[in-house]
């Protein structure tokens, strides 16, 4: 009973929650890109630790966790179904707190890319939009399964790595890089549709049209394999056009091994989906990093 009154009469939230709410254990992404493309840009890093540790913390807690608040705002009602025990629907983020929490990081956000020079301000710009455009009406392209998890990609891939290595150079970065970026952003379509599988009541329940909604987890399954195969493939080909043969290898192993995952997870893709994410997907950054490594060298090429 005291548990309920104080969730009842809180008015400000608890750290912890407000923690939470901004959910650190999604920050990995964006902060793996933003490295990759430190790493493609074949800058030093020994001589840019600064500009390296502020991209990621943009990247991640700030931007990131930014979006993390202003969708649990917007889905407060979608989670109430289907985990009524998020920071907002439990009540330890009460009031409009999240909305202001998403509002304030967003401005903070933007601060910081202005830090980062023009690149950085820009693609801060961008993700911000991005974060918004995602989650809240009239737009809400979580709504749809294709546009949804296609932003997100392109949002926590694409657009960091091409940063980091723009903000790196000080330079827009040269096309190969922004093809492996946005391959690999493509690809992740795929990793934020098996995402989706954890909000597959609530969303069907609330009208989210996510693809394990509109297609059934079982096809859904599917498609998010073939969409996170696909792009990867092109990867290694293009190393292998781009004489790395080497690091191409390492790549096709490193696909080999989510292949063998996808198997597993297709056999139940509902109940899986949260295992592949937890195993086929360190394959997958793990190639996005021998990928960038290997882009170090095109200036030569």
């Avoid at 548990?3 to 902060?31: G, H, N, Y």
Wanted: aromatic share 10%; proline share 7%; glycine share 10%.
């Amino acid at each position: 009973m005291s548990v309920s009154f104080d969730l009842q009469t809180r008015s400000t939230p608890e750290p912890s929650a407000a923690l939470e709410l901004i959910k650190p254990i999604t920050w990995f992404p964006p902060m793996w890109a933003y490295a990759c493309g430190v790493i493609a840009s074949g800058v030093p890093v020994s001589e840019n630790w600064g500009r390296l540790m502020l991209g990621v913390l943009l990247a991640g807690p700030i931007v990131c966790g930014m979006s993390q608040a202003a969708n649990d705002w917007c889905d407060r009602h979608v989670d109430a179904i289907n985990e009524p025990h998020r920071p907002i629907p439990s009540g330890r983020v009460p009031g409009k707190w999240g909305l202001w929490i998403a509002l304030a990081m967003s401005g903070v956000a933007l601060l910081v890319g202005m830090a980062l020079g023009i690149w950085g301000f820009v693609a801060t710009v961008v993700a911000v939009g991005a974060a918004w455009a995602y989650s809240t009406e009239p737009v809400r392209l979580k709504k749809s399964g294709w546009w949804g998890p296609g932003l997100v990609g392109l949002s926590y891939e694409s657009l960091p790595w091409i940063t980091g290595t723009a903000v790196m150079t000080l330079s827009a970065p040269d096309w190969r890089i922004v093809l492996i970026a946005i391959l690999y952003g493509i690809g992740a379509h795929g990793i934020m549709t098996l995402n989706d599988f954890k909000a597959l009541e609530g969303d069907r329940q609330m009208g989210v049209n996510s693809l394990p909604v509109t297609l059934g987890p079982e096809r859904a399954g599917r498609l998010a394999c073939i969409v996170m195969a696909i792009p990867q493939i092109a990867v290694i080909a293009l190393l292998f056009t781009w004489g790395l043969s080497d690091r191409a290898l390492v790549v096709t192993g490193l696909l080999v091994l989510q292949i063998w995952a996808m198997r597993e997870m297709l056999e139940d893709p509902k109940a899986r989906a949260p295992w592949y994410n937890g195993t086929g997907v360190l394959f997958y950054v793990s190639g996005m990093m021998v990928t960038a490594f290997a882009l170090r060298g095109l200036e030569g090429l």
